[in-house]
Every structure is written in structure tokens, then in C-alpha cells.
């Protein structure tokens, strides 16, 4: 059974910082897009950031890019959003997702849209709080 399991959310204080994880099996990560998206209580989901694993091609929102990076490891078959300086407002859950479940789908331009991505992650809860 194909499955996107995020880790290492929890509370952190501003300022503070953050790695999520996400682990990957049933499915292929080299060549596909890889991406990191949000949701706040009561919002729609929004894109963090997005990787294509070929050739490493990142894509930010604005609201993350000097905060947050993506990255991948092939070998262990994650993914991984380091996020730095965080602010109470970056509270919310938080979700892995692939494009698709092998390779041959690159990420198109621009920040990650929800529509995009057709496999998820059940999320991990990000809290940012004195």
C-alpha cells in the first residue's frame, strides 16, 4: 500500500525551528514533484514549496521562501522542509504530497497548487507558541 507519512512536527517557540519529514514507500521519487503544503483552521490548503527530484528544481510561495527550504533524499526515499524563524502565524497542519505515484511528473511553474497533487500525506501539526 502506497503511503506518504509525515514527521517532526510539535511546538516550538518563535523564532525556533522545525524539520518535517516525509517518508515515501509504494511510490517513486526520482522524477517526480515533490511538494510541502498548509492548512489553517478553517482556510484551504495552500502550497509551501515544491521539488522536481531531476535536477532539483524548487519552487517557493512568496510566504516561505526565506524561511523555508525543501529538499530530498533518494536513498531513504523522504522528503524534508526545513523551516527557520518561525512565527506563530505558521501554526497549522501540515502535509506532504507527490505528484504522482511514479516518475515522469515535473512540477509546473509557480508556487504548488493543491490541484497538482493527486497523493497526500494525513498530516502533522506544527504549533508556534511562547
Known amino acids: 500500500q502506497a503511503q506518504l507519512v509525515e514527521s517532526g512536527g510539535g511546538s516550538v517557540q518563535p523564532g525556533g525551528s522545525l524539520r518535517l519529514s516525509c517518508q515515501a514507500s509504494?511510490?517513486?521519487?526520482?522524477?517526480?514533484?515533490l511538494g510541502w503544503f498548509r492548512q489553517f483552521p478553517g482556510k484551504e490548503r495552500e502550497g509551501i514549496a515544491q521539488?522536481?527530484?531531476?535536477?532539483?528544481?524548487?519552487h517557493y510561495a512568496d510566504s516561505a521562501s526565506a524561511r523555508f527550504t525543501i529538499s530530498h533524499d533518494l536513498s531513504k526515499k523522504t522528503f524534508n522542509l526545513q523551516m527557520s524563524g518561525l512565527k506563530p502565524e505558521d501554526s497549522g497542519m501540515y502535509y506532504c504530497?507527490?505528484?504522482?505515484?511514479?516518475?515522469?511528473?515535473?512540477?509546473?511553474?509557480?508556487?504548488?497548487?493543491?490541484?497538482?497533487?493527486?497523493?497526500w500525506g494525513q498530516g502533522t501539526q506544527v504549533t508556534v507558541s511562547s
Open positions: 509504494g511510490y517513486t521519487l526520482a522524477g517526480n514533484c
Open positions: 504530497a507527490a505528484r504522482a505515484k511514479y516518475a515522469g511528473a515535473w512540477c509546473l511553474d509557480g508556487a504548488p497548487r493543491e490541484s497538482d497533487f493527486s497523493h
Open positions: 521539488i522536481y527530484t531531476h535536477g532539483d528544481v524548487t
